[in-house]
């Protein structure tokens, strides 16, 4: 498994943005699917992005489709979600997951970070 860090939660307004990091510990980062995922308080999990291993494939949940760019730095073992035009629905805390499938669904992503809380005000 890989340990994940994320970081650059914090508090915004409606409107501006934040970049997301998560940086990954062990030297097989390049062979892992990342994803990022987002849990607002009494609400479910939910997908936000994905990237492939290569960073060639991204997928996009569709409330943050235009807004949310995924990335991925495999030379820095780091996968970045830049979040534009927040709004106050996107506040959430935010997870990044590593797995060995390029998928949307959470279960199977095998590693998971911490978190970082996201805060949009209106």
């Known amino acids: 498994q890989v340990q994940l860090v994320e970081s650059g939660g914090g508090l915004v307004q409606a409107g501006g943005s934040l970049r997301l990091s998560c940086a990954a510990s062990g030297r097989t980062f390049s062979s892992y699917a990342m994803g990022w995922f987002r849990q607002a308080p009494g609400k479910e999990r939910e997908f936000v992005a994905a990237i492939s291993w290569s960073g060639g494939s991204t997928y996009y949940a569709d409330s943050v489709k235009g807004r949310f760019t995924i990335s991925r730095d495999n030379a820095k073992n780091t996968v970045y979600l830049q979040m534009n035009s927040l709004k106050p629905e996107d506040t959430a805390v935010y997870y990044c997951?590593?797995?060995?499938?390029?998928?949307?669904?959470?279960?199977?992503?095998?590693?998971w970070g911490q978190g970082t809380q996201v805060t949009v005000s209106s």
């Open positions: 997951a590593a797995g060995a499938l390029y998928t949307v669904v959470a279960e199977k992503f095998g590693s």
